[in-house]
């Protein structure tokens, strides 16, 4: 893993987990003694180690990765929240609030939580007020439930660090998909702005600033984005 980061770091944007999809979000500390056990079991099992054996070891090279996404100044993007597909989510794994031990053990590392932890999203809010590493991404979810998206969107800002919420993300791999995402995020982040707007909450010019910063420039700040460039650049032309 620190031979993956060392490489790879200095031009990449962040890191992803899609732990959700194979185990909970629950997580706890683990000493290297135990992980060294577990290790020998997964290894000898495979497939059919233990549960516990597994959860150890994940829980560890979790942590592992925190580190080094500390250490090399890259955020780490997890999955929250409902799951891609059907007929088999296990809604009380993926609570984001079973992060908050890691939350707390890593406050160096910027998490960024995707898809409002959909249906907890509430949860996640407290998460964002309370914790200063944590972000929120509403990558997916216009898509999942839009009327709870806009509704996430009026009730974050009131309630946590609006220079924390990333409104687009296309979540998928194709152009055309994301495209019609972002026509789909613009339209209801507009709806939501203009329900602040209409109850006097904000003014116009208030709501077409607030609109850049949650599609763009927080995003920029969070990831990076500028010094990447450079970086990406001097890399390509290092290898010319």
Known sequence: MSELFRMHAPTAIAVKSQHAYFRTLFWRERSDDEAEKALQIVRRDGDAAAEEARLC??????AQGCELCAEHDL?????TGLWGGNDRVPVDTIRSGNMCTLLAQHPETRFVLM???HPYSNELTALAKHYRNVYVDLCWAWSVDPFNACDFVRHYLHAAPANKLF???GD?????VTLGFSVQARRWLTRALEGEVADGLISEKE??????RLMEG???DCF?????????TASLNSAL
């Open 57 to 62: 070891l994940g829980d560890w090279s979790w």
């Open 75 to 79: 955020p780490f993007k997890i999955h």
């Open 115 to 117: 898809h409002i932890a």
């Open 167 to 169: 409104i687009f993300g």
């Open 172 to 176: 998928t791999v194709f152009p055309a």
């Open 207 to 212: 709501a077409i600033a607030l609109a850049g």
């Open 218 to 220: 927080n995003q920029y």
């Open 224 to 232: 990076r984005i500028e010094s990447k460039r450079e970086n990406i």
